[in-house]
C-alpha cells in the first residue's frame, strides 16, 4: 500500500494524539498530518476542502467522546456531506471502550472492521502501509 499523502487525527485527548503522531512518524505512515481537537472544528476544515476541490485526507483516525462534536456525530455529519460511501470507508475509529453496542453502531457506516481499540501500536500503523 505504501504511506498515506495525508491522514487527519480527530482527538481531544493530547496523550493519544501526541502517541499515534510519535508512531506515525516512526512508521513513515503520511507525508501530511491535520490534527484537530474535536469533530466541529475537523468538519467545518473538510467541507472547506470540498469546497475549494482539495483533496480530503486518505485516512481519517476519529475519537468517539470529545466535546462539540463527538465521533459518531462527526462520522453521520460527514457522510452526510459526503455521500460517497468510499470515501466513508477510510474512516477509523478509536476507542478504549470494547462496548458491543460500539461495534454494532459501527456496522451501521460499514465501519467495524475500522474499529481499532486504544492504545494504537506501530505495528498496528505497520499493516496499513505495508
Same mark, same amino acid.
Given at each position: 500500500?505504501?504511506?498515506?499523502k495525508?491522514?487527519?487525527?480527530i482527538d481531544? %485527548?493530547? !496523550?493519544s /494524539?501526541?502517541?499515534?503522531?510519535?508512531?506515525?512518524?516512526q512508521?513513515d505512515?503520511? @507525508?501530511?498530518?491535520?490534527?484537530?481537537?474535536?469533530?466541529?472544528e475537523?468538519?467545518?476544515?473538510l467541507k472547506k476542502?470540498i469546497?475549494?476541490?482539495?483533496a480530503?485526507? %486518505?485516512? !481519517?483516525? /476519529?475519537d468517539?467522546h470529545?466535546?462539540m462534536l463527538d465521533?459518531?456525530?462527526f462520522? @453521520?455529519e460527514?457522510?452526510r456531506?459526503?455521500q460517497?460511501?468510499?470515501?466513508?470507508?477510510n474512516?477509523?475509529?478509536l476507542?478504549?471502550s470494547?462496548d458491543k453496542?460500539n461495534i454494532?453502531k459501527a456496522?451501521?457506516?460499514g465501519?467495524?472492521g475500522?474499529?481499532?481499540i486504544k492504545p494504537?501500536?506501530?505495528?498496528?500503523l505497520?499493516g496499513f502501509?505495508?
Amino acid at each position: 500500500m505504501g504511506k498515506f499523502k495525508t491522514v487527519c487525527i480527530i482527538d481531544d %485527548d493530547e !496523550i493519544s /494524539v501526541f502517541g499515534l503522531k510519535r508512531y506515525m512518524s516512526q512508521v513513515d505512515f503520511c @507525508e501530511n498530518l491535520l490534527v484537530f481537537k474535536d469533530g466541529e472544528e475537523a468538519l467545518q476544515e473538510l467541507k472547506k476542502h470540498i469546497l475549494d476541490n482539495r483533496a480530503l485526507p %486518505d485516512a !481519517i483516525f /476519529v475519537d468517539l467522546h470529545m466535546p462539540m462534536l463527538d465521533g459518531w456525530e462527526f462520522i @453521520e455529519e460527514f457522510s452526510r456531506l459526503q455521500q460517497n460511501t468510499i470515501l466513508l470507508k477510510n474512516i477509523y475509529i478509536l476507542s478504549s471502550s470494547v462496548d458491543k453496542k460500539n461495534i454494532e453502531k459501527a456496522k451501521k457506516f460499514g465501519l467495524e472492521g475500522n474499529y481499532l481499540i486504544k492504545p494504537i501500536t506501530p505495528e498496528i500503523l505497520k499493516g496499513f502501509v505495508s
